[in-house]
């Protein structure tokens, strides 16, 4: 431990990297970030077309959305984490990069529920790598104090992956739609397959330009830069337990509701307001855009604020994020009109992307180095292990609880009443966390860790 108190006091010592090469290296993960959530949004907007072709109840694709997709994502997630602490980060993204554009093709030549469920898992597992490096990398090309803006700016991927990426993909899928079915070694090509399809060539754009993103220098390695044993990172997350545990267990709370309300929108807005899939990607995602980018500015502004009062700012802001998010998610699919429910929605969105920032900043921070990869890792399979429990719950309350397909927004508003319960557990977090920074900060007072 006193090697990696001492790494952290020597951090400041080292000279960080031009600005031009660390916002190029910024740009290129937005973009694959961006690639990332475009495809959760376009397969979302094949939902309802899936499970008509092959057959499926809610439940079944609630499993395709939620664990399926992401099985293979949390038992490949540590060692990929790992790989972010042990290799060049920039050929780690890249080969995610490249896999999840290979698998979305592969995708779009499945003949069954079962062929198309494990390409969806695989492309979990092409993900799983890239968070952990991204975070990594980025926390070594900008500075402690200048970091809350580009890890905000970061967001922009997530916001417009899943906004612009959703009005794009209501494009491709009319386009789609018109194209007639064709037959490729005996396997009929058509609507949402060609979609999966068209996903495949970004990916590869985004596998070049990785490559072309110079790798940072590891800043305050330990044990003469050799990889931390996996015993290591347990061990900090024992001694920082009472800062790690809240942090965890919000997240996965929080993200039932988040990746549910993604995965069934579509669904729930033909279902209950006769809105075709293209006709919400043409009106929802503006909407969900303007929350999204407010959120991205109010992140920084609320750290800012809170900065000049507290010491423990980045966990309080999640805090008061999440309580915000609670009661919009809620009532977003009680709603009476389409209208209402997407403003709902909007300002649920805004308070998660606001809570992004401090969330990623917390674990970047207090975290030494060679393991950040490793505990954003584990941090993540939080959010996706639980989170993921969220699409498939809201399709098999839709089908057992509820029994109508329409009773969708019923299971939604359920399942965000997780949110308040995330919001007190985070509290939890709030005085643990400021003796943590006081500690760092003994250690190595100037830059401020805020």
């Known amino acids: 431990m006193a090697d990696m108190e001492a790494a952290r006091a020597a951090e400041s010592a080292q000279p960080w990297p031009k600005a031009a090469t660390a916002h190029f290296a910024l740009a290129v993960i937005i973009f694959a970030t961006f690639l990332n959530f475009f495809d959760a949004a376009a397969f ?5 077309l899936i499970r008509k072709d092959f057959g499926l109840s809610n439940t079944a694709m609630g499993l395709l959305g939620g664990p399926v997709n992401v099985i293979f994502y949390v038992v490949v997630m540590f060692p990929l984490s790992r790989f972010a602490d042990v290799y060049p980060r920039k050929y780690v993204l890249a080969v995610g990069a490249l896999l999840i554009a290979l698998l979305n093709a592969a995708g779009g030549f499945t003949m069954s529920f079962m062929a198309l469920a494990l390409t969806r898992m695989f492309v979990g597992a092409g993900g799983g790598a890239h968070a952990p490096a991204s975070y990594s990398m980025l926390s070594d090309f900008f500075a402690p104090e200048k970091r809350k803006w580009p890890f905000a700016i970061l967001q922009l991927g997530f916001i417009g992956g899943s906004t612009i990426g959703a009005m794009i993909a209501g494009r491709m899928l009319g386009v789609a739609m018109g194209l007639p079915e064709t037959h490729v070694a005996g396997i009929a090509l058509h609507s ?12 590869v754009v985004a596998f070049g330009l990785f490559l072309m993103v110079p790798e940072p220098q590891r800043r305050g390695v330990i044990a003469d830069g050799k990889p931390l044993p996996l015993t290591a990172v347990f061990t900090e997350l024992s001694d920082r337990s009472s800062v790690y545990a809240p942090l965890f267990i919000a997240l996965g709370l929080s993200t039932a509701s988040a990746l549910a309300t993604p995965f069934w929108i579509v669904p729930l807005f033909s279902r209950n307001y006769g809105w075709s899939p293209q006709e919400f990607a043409a009106r929802g995602p503006l909407i969900m855009l303007t929350g999204s980018l407010l959120g991205l500015v109010a992140g920084p502004l609320l750290i800012k604020w809170l900065s000049t009062r507290y010491r423990d700012v980045n966990v309080r802001a999640v805090t008061i994020c999440f309580a915000i998010a609670a009661p919009f998610a809620i009532i977003a699919p009680m709603m009476p009109n389409p209208w209402l429910a997407l403003a709902c929605f909007a300002v649920s969105g805004m308070m ?44 098999f309350l839709t089908d057992h609880l509820f029994g109508h397909d329409t009773d969708l927004w019923k299971a939604l508003s359920l399942i965000a009443a997780l949110f308040p319960i995330a919001a007190f557990v985070m509290s939890r977090g709030i005085k643990p966390y400021a003796a943590e920074v006081a500690r760092l900060e003994s250690l190595n007072p100037s830059p401020t860790l805020h």
């Open 44 to 48: 979302g907007l094949l939902v309802d």
């Open 192 to 203: 949402w397959k060609y979609v999966l399809l068209m996903l495949a060539l970004p990916g």
């Open 352 to 395: 998660g992307i606001a809570s992004a920032t401090p969330q990623n900043l917390t674990i970047q921070e207090i975290t030494p180095n060679q393991m950040r990869g490793q505990m954003t890792g584990l941090y993540l399979m939080m959010f996706i292990a639980v989170g993921s429990l969220g699409p498939f719950l809201a399709g």
